[in-house]
Nanobody, 125 residues
Framework: QVQLQESGPGLVKPSQTLALTCNVS??????????WNWIRQAPGKGLEWMGV???????RYSPSLKNRTSISWDTSKNQFTLQLRSVTPEDTAVYYC?????????????????WGQGTLVTVYS
């Protein structure tokens, strides 16, 4: 059974870097044709896709966030990470990691087949 679990600080100050980790169990992040995503949902808003790292380690980012976002994986720990720089209160959201079964599924969160439970990150001063 594939399981994903987000971890990281729940509070971040403005201008700092938000760093989250998604621990994966039940499969390997290098399993062919799977893509590992970060998605967030701000209060009262819909899901926002932030970016992805492929089974081969190649990242891809949302155009609106690419200047502030880095996503990578660590195969030795079977996990992937998100860094979001220069955060503001508008970055307050529940952050999810999730697996997409195939490149084309990346853009459609409803097609993701495994999700973490989500972690709330609040940006406050």
């Amino acid at each position: 059974q594939v399981q994903l679990q987000e971890s990281g600080p729940g509070l971040v100050k403005p201008s700092q870097t938000l760093a989250l980790t998604c621990n994966v169990s039940g499969t390997s992040v290098t399993t062919s044709a799977y893509y590992w995503n970060w998605i967030r949902q701000a209060p009262g808003k819909g899901l926002e896709w932030m970016g992805v790292v492929s089974f081969s380690g190649e990242p891809r980012y949302s155009p609106s966030l690419k200047n502030r976002t880095s996503i990578s994986w660590d195969t030795s720990k079977n996990q992937f990470t998100l860094q979001l720089r220069s955060v503001t209160p508008e970055d307050t959201a529940v952050y999810y990691c999730a697996r997409a079964p195939g490149y084309s599924s990346t853009y459609y969160p409803l097609r993701y087949d495994s999700w973490g439970q989500g972690t709330l990150v609040t940006v406050y001063s």
